[in-house]
């Protein structure tokens, strides 16, 4: 068992910020990442609105960079995954896969996954047409219809990521209208390899051995129409990582993380920051502030009950 002063859980930019902050106030710091560090950042190709970066960067550079500075002031980045998390004594005990952290206070930053549609289909033939990352299978679809479902920055972003490869990308939405921030919708109406699907739903995806055809459905005249594609790209919006705390700290009615003004969740010791939390915008430069308020206040938070 390591015994630590800040235990942050997830590697994602609110995690290794946090590292970062508590690193530099000398604590014995350690960021618990199951996978690669960076989170969700690594599923887009840029950053463009990340501050002190025109013209954007590459988020493994900027997961690469910020995973250096937390080491750079003696904090530690170890990939292990955690299973669990409970009280012992006036400390918090987090295990995990590979070892068991005793520690003074916890940063919860395990961030979001992405939403389902939850239509027939879609489990069964993920990872053969149904993504939820552009990034990471876009290019495997070169040349060939593909659609992305949603209205929001992931999505429209998304959808133009993926005319470098499509023959043609259906963006489908159940609105009349994006979400999405003013330049991204700007970029898509301008396309002309995006074609724009309104007012609809996916009801069905199909295939034999990989996706072939959608089943959708108009929300206004309720008319079904198939749309033939070769893959289909899911944007709808995340679900918070809070199964691990579920029932330790109380839940915003979103379902994430309540936290107050200083990351302070319900349970003595224990902060949170990120995506996981009950916040209006998921976003990098937000993330990255929580997180510097989280690790500020667990150094208030161990100053003032461990001296």
């Known amino acids: 068992m390591k015994e630590v002063d ?3 859980i997830g590697g994602g930019p609110a995690g290794l910020t946090a590292g970062l902050y508590g690193a530099r106030a000398t604590l014995r710091t350690v960021v618990l990442e199951k ?27 900027l997961s690469k960079r910020m995973k250096a500075q937390v080491e750079e002031f003696g904090g530690e980045v170890v990939i292990d995954e955690i299973d669990g998390i409970e009280r012992e004594g006036n400390l918090w005990k ?18 979001s996954e992405p939403r389902k549609l939850n239509v027939p289909g879609e489990r069964e ?51 009349d209208k994006l979400r999405a921030e003013g330049i991204w919708q700007k970029r ?22 990989k996706v072939k055809e959608l089943l959708l459905e108009n929300v ?29 700290v109380e839940l915003a009615p979103s379902g994430r993380i309540k936290v107050n003004m200083k990351m302070e969740t319900s349970a003595p010791g224990i902060f949170a920051a990120g995506d996981v939390i009950d916040i209006a915008y998921e976003q990098v430069s937000v993330a990255v502030g929580t997180g510097a308020i989280a690790a500020m206040s667990a150094v208030e938070y161990i100053n003032r009950n461990f001296g």
């Open 35 to 61: 996978q690669a560090p960076g989170g969700q950042i690594l599923l887009t190709d840029l950053i463009e609105n990340y501050p002190g970066f025109p013209g954007g960067i590459n988020p493994e550079e």
């Open 188 to 209: 898509a109406f301008e396309n002309p390899k995006i074609e724009f699907i309104w007012d609809t739903v996916v009801k069905e995806i199909r295939g034999e051995k």
């Open 6 to 8: 800040i235990a942050i």
């Open 220 to 248: 206004k005249t309720g008319r079904m129409s198939k749309l033939a594609v070769e893959a289909i790209f899911i944007f709808i919006g995340m679900n918070p990582n809070v199964e691990l705390v579920k029932d330790i």
């Open 94 to 111: 987090v295990s995990g896969w590979e070892d068991e952290y005793l520690s003074r206070a916890v940063i919860i930053a395990t961030g």
């Open 125 to 175: 033939f993920t990872g053969r047409g149904v993504s939820y990352c552009a990034t990471c299978d876009g290019p495997f679809f070169k040349g060939q219809p593909m659609a992305v479902v949603g209205g929001g920055d992931s999505a429209v972003s998304e959808a133009i990521y993926l005319t470098k490869y499509a023959s043609k990308v259906y963006l489908i939405h159940r609105r």
